[in-house]
């Protein structure tokens, strides 16, 4: 008996030794991690975390915690080499712990203010060409919007937002407006692409603007009837209206991959100006004879003509016409 209470004693003994030594050297992965991060060694940070998810992965603070370290450890390696690459890689590996904004305020606005500098960092990038440009331009943009969804008060990211748009305008709206005349002039479909892109951006970067909605509506009026590569599957739209409650929509549809696909009349949607979505109503379109009411498949570089009815609410605007691709990818084609 006093051997086995011995034996008793001796093994809580060890347990105990293990806990202290456990918390002698900075407690569980996750506080030790949160230390590392504290000391700016990210990481370091990242590898408590990674083990701590390992063995608890629905704790509902880890994401959070490998989300700002691994944007932390991209900051860092981006002050260092000014290489935006390794900011960028660093943040798509964040990205993939939090897709949007949390419950917990402080999470939302450390992260919003990462956002801004990531953003800050592309519109210093010097570019290799003019693709490298506009893209560079547009992960600009998209960054500080996406750090104010986080961080709605984030007053960096708002400031150099207006900045952009200020300074952007005019040059968008000129740009428009100088492919639309020369589109007219020598009936090119391309420079009516053009003259949308450049337009859009203008209305986006001061919505309501009267003589940018005037020649987007006449840039439009053009652009809704051309075919462009937008997608695997892509439309346009070559005829319209509306008929006692329904809007009829006359397309053309093709497919640029190199394989057979099918195109699903059920993915097409209007886009209303209320911000609501209208799907295709498979009874009214099936009373047409060019009615697209089930899949069909399409051959590479193939057309496909057909009808779609929607029913709309009445004092409604159809701003735009949607179809979504099988890997998610959207075709858009709005009307005048």
Same mark, same amino acid.
């Given at each position: ?42 990481? +370091? $940070?990242?590898?408590?975390?990674? /083990?701590? %998810? ?7 603070? =880890? &994401? @959070?915690? +490998? $989300?700002?370290?691994?944007?932390? /450890?991209? %900051? ?7 290489? =935006? &690459? @390794? ?11 939090v897709e949007s904004p949390g419950e917990d305020p ?98 986006h970067f001061n919505p309501g603007d009267p003589k ?15 075919l462009k590569n937008s997608g695997p599957v892509s ?102």
């Amino acid at each position: 008996m006093i051997r086995g209470g011995h034996m008793r004693y001796l093994s809580i003994l060890g347990i105990v030794t293990i806990f202290i030594l456990l918390y002698a050297c900075g407690g569980s992965e996750m506080e030790q991690g949160d230390k590392s991060y504290a000391e700016a060694n990210y990481t +370091l $940070a990242i590898n408590h975390y990674l /083990k701590f %998810k390992k063995d608890h992965p629905d704790d509902p603070k =880890i &994401k @959070s915690k +490998l $989300a700002l370290a691994y944007f932390q /450890k991209g %900051k860092e390696l981006y002050t260092k080499t000014k290489n =935006i &690459k @390794s900011f960028a890689g660093n943040y798509a590996k964040a990205e993939s712990y939090v897709e949007s904004p949390g419950e917990d305020p402080n999470f939302n606005k450390a992260f919003s203010s990462l956002l801004y500098e990531l953003a800050i960092a592309y519109q210093n990038a010097r570019p290799e060409n003019e693709v490298q440009k506009e893209q560079y331009f547009n992960n600009t943009l998209d960054y500080l919007n996406l750090a104010l969804e986080f961080d709605g008060d984030n007053e960096q990211a708002e400031t150099a937002l207006q900045k952009i748009y200020d300074e952007n305008f005019e040059a968008m709206f000129n740009k428009g407006v100088d492919f639309y005349k020369r589109a007219r002039r020598e009936k090119n479909n391309d420079l009516y692409l053009s003259a949308e892109y450049y337009l859009s951006r203008a209305d986006h970067f001061n919505p309501g603007d009267p003589k940018t909605e005037e020649y987007l509506s006449k840039v439009r009026k053009q652009t809704l009837s051309i075919l462009k590569n937008s997608g695997p599957v892509s439309f346009c739209v070559v005829g319209y209206k509306k008929d006692k409650g329904y809007f009829l929509t006359d397309i053309t549809a093709s497919n640029f991959t190199s394989a057979t696909m099918e195109i699903d009349p059920n993915n097409f949607q209007l886009e209303l100006d209320d911000g609501s979505l209208i799907n295709m109503d498979g009874k009214k379109t099936a009373d047409f004879d060019k009615a697209l009411t089930t899949k069909t498949a399409l051959e590479p570089r193939k057309l496909l003509d057909g009808v779609l009815a929607f029913k709309v609410p009445a004092k409604t605007k159809v701003l735009a016409m949607i179809y979504t691709n099988e890997d998610g990818r959207e075709v858009r084609k709005y009307f005048p």
